[in-house]
């Protein structure tokens, strides 16, 4: 089955690749590997589940949030390879989390993103991961992701 295919049964629709803020592109490829920059939890131009974690906001609306932020990476990657379909795996999803200093279920939070990887992609969105606690984070947003992918 086709990863396109798979989003469809899941019942995903992906969004617009989200344009950037600043003076950047929204995914880089050289070879094979192709990186996104930092994604955040954007809807339709507005940013979902603003402030801290540990806060203003709680572990389940992370959860959500990263799952968000991995749409749009997802988004990112398919207009960088014309289709989910030439991915040959997710190598490594960096997470960083906006949150209090006591806060310590970073973790739980980028499975939101882990989990929708795997979902979409099966043994192949199997991926390495990195989850750091922040104080601070451009436009409020509570969680912000970079996926690394094998293109075919």
């Known amino acids: 089955m086709s990863y396109e295919q798979r989003l469809k049964d899941l019942g995903i629709e992906l969004p617009e690749a989200p344009r950037p803020v600043g003076a950047y592109v929204t995914w880089q490829r050289t070879g094979n590997l192709v990186t996104t920059s930092g994604q955040l939890p954007w809807v339709n ?3 979902q589940y603003p402030g801290r974690l540990g806060a203003e906001v709680n572990t389940e609306d992370g959860y959500r949030a990263a799952r968000i932020a991995g749409l749009n990476a997802l988004a990112q990657l398919k207009q960088a390879l014309g289709s989910l379909d ?20 970073h973790p739980r939070v980028l499975d939101g993103c882990s989990d929708l990887l795997v979902s979409v992609f099966g043994d192949a969105g199997l991926h390495t991961r990195i989850a750091l ?11 912000q992701l970079v996926v690394w992918a094998e293109a075919r």
């Open 133 to 143: 606690g922040i104080y601070a984070m451009p436009l409020e947003a509570c969680v």
């Open 86 to 105: 030439n991915v040959a795996k997710i190598v490594r999803l960096e997470g960083y989390v906006h949150c209090t200093q006591e806060f310590r279920d």
């Open 45 to 47: 131009r507005v940013m």
